[in-house]
């Protein structure tokens, strides 16, 4: 079974600081690793994904997360935080896998990322 | 590109009754998917549909729950009877197929039962 673990329930940091949102996880094979952003009353929208490749990925809105194997760790990182980041993590993992088959994803519970002016 | 589109976007029950919740996803897209998010947690997948047949169900909890997706288009999930345990935003998703791997989520039907 794969699963999904963010540490932190809510991370604060102050508005041009650099930020981190921590995710571990755990899956059989290569993981195939999401972030998704939610704001309030709304569905969650893609940041960036790790399929294969360089360890350090790239995504939206200035986001970047790296992928670190041997730790089975995606921290989502961005190198100066805005008041409008201020949202709802998700990180979620599947198994990557070729053929057809069953692919939905596996979330952690979330990190309240709050930035404060 | 227009994306998922879900409705209602909320719906107020009393236990007992039954509720239908309706998605049409990004057109093209073969793979659709239903989430069920409750108030705290993460989304937790019920179904998954390649086209119109269903790919995973094995979350879904069949007693009460039923989906279809005629003609692999359009989606419908249905609670017949709703218990109170099933108020959650419920979240439809699309991709592409499977090798596209990444998924696009609707804006959610939030689901209260009284």
């Known amino acids: 079974a794969q699963s999904v673990a963010q540490p932190e329930d809510q991370v604060n940091v102050a508005e041009g600081n650099p930020l981190t949102v921590k995710c571990t996880y755990s899956?059989?094979?290569?993981?195939?690793l999401f972030w998704y952003v939610q704001y309030p009353n709304r569905g969650l929208q893609f940041l960036l994904k790790?399929?294969?490749?360089?360890?350090l990925v790239k995504g939206s809105y200035g986001f970047e997360a790296e992928f670190n194997k041997s730790q089975t760790s995606f921290h989502l990182k961005k190198p100066s935080a805005l008041v409008s980041d201020s949202a709802l993590y998700f990180c979620?993992?599947?198994?990557?896998?070729?053929?057809?088959?069953?692919?939905?994803?596996?979330f952690g519970k979330g990190t309240h990322l709050i930035i404060q002016p | 590109e227009a994306g998922v589109a879900q409705s209602p976007r909320y719906k107020i029950i009393e236990k007992r009754q039954s509720v239908a919740f309706w998605c049409n996803p990004i057109?093209?897209?073969?793979?659709l998917y239903w989430y069920q998010q409750i108030l705290g947690q993460g989304p937790k997948l019920l179904i998954q549909?390649?086209?119109?047949?269903?790919?995973?169900d094995s979350q879904l909890p069949k007693d009460r729950f039923s989906a279809e997706r005629l003609k692999g288009v359009d989606s419908t999930l249905k609670i017949q009877p709703a218990k109170l345990e099933d108020s959650a935003v419920y979240l439809c998703?699309?991709?592409?197929?499977?090798?596209?791997?990444?998924?696009?989520f609707g804006p959610g039907t939030r689901l209260l039962v009284l």
């Open positions: 998703a699309s991709s592409l197929n499977w090798f596209t791997e990444t998924q696009y």
């Open positions: 899956v059989s094979g290569n993981p195939y």
């Open positions: 790790y399929i294969t490749g360089d360890n």
């Open positions: 979620a993992v599947r198994e990557g896998k070729s053929g057809g088959g069953a692919d939905g994803l596996t």
């Open positions: 057109s093209g897209h073969a793979t």
């Open positions: 549909f390649q086209n119109n047949g269903v790919v995973d």
